[in-house]
């Protein structure tokens, strides 16, 4: 490994600013958490959803606690997982932007309520509602454990994924080319 370009400090806030450098790495799906039911409704993008288990199915999402998010969901126990495809960016942006507040950011977006009430959008790669099973609370966040009430699955397969400040998009056949360019066997992609 090369010569490193961040170097540990003593620096609070600097640690800060090269901790996010640092975890500007790590590629992540984009998704939309989306909370609350009928005209009490918000939502937020995040990269922090993972699964944490098949067998039962359950997801984890970290959301920071001052998000207007967290509220709704901590009060109601339930919330959407709306992953987003590769053409979807623009609805990233609306959903991260600060200055729409909850209903806002479903204004002109196609979205239905799950059984739960939760909003789930319409046009993603896949949805998930869940209800909270626990909420373990660390500094800034909450780590929320999802058990899955219902969950939906388009046949589309491109994704969105951010990674060092950016959105990039993974497009099933332009990658697959790109792949086999690199000579990746596609037997283990398809």
């Not at 540990?8 to 800060?16: F, G, K, P």
């Not at 039911?37 to 199915?57: E, F, K, N, Q, W």
């Not at 009430?149 to 951010?162: K, M, Q, R």
Request: hydrophobic share 40%.
């Amino acid at each position: 490994m090369g010569r490193s370009d961040i170097h540990l400090v003593t620096d609070s806030n600097e640690i800060e600013h090269q901790f996010r450098a640092v975890m500007r790495r790590l590629a992540g799906g984009v998704s939309i958490i989306t909370a609350g039911r009928d005209d009490d409704i918000t939502g937020m993008t995040v990269t922090s959803l993972t699964s944490l288990s098949a067998s039962p199915p359950r997801v984890l999402v970290s959301v920071n606690r001052q998000a207007s998010s967290f509220a709704l969901i901590e009060r109601l126990g339930s919330f959407g997982v709306n992953i987003l495809g590769s053409d979807q960016q623009e609805l990233a942006d609306r959903f991260s932007n600060g200055r729409l507040k909850g209903p806002q950011r479903f204004d002109g977006v196609p979205w239905s309520a799950g059984t739960s009430g939760v909003p789930l959008l319409g046009h993603s790669l896949a949805t998930i509602e869940c209800r909270v099973e626990e909420i373990i609370e660390r500094y800034s966040h909450g780590i929320i454990v999802g058990s899955l009430l219902s969950f939906d699955l388009s046949p589309e397969i491109s994704g969105l994924v951010y990674w060092n400040g950016q959105y990039v998009e993974i497009k099933h056949d332009f990658d697959l080319d790109l792949l086999a360019e690199i000579s990746i066997p596609l037997a283990h992609v398809r």
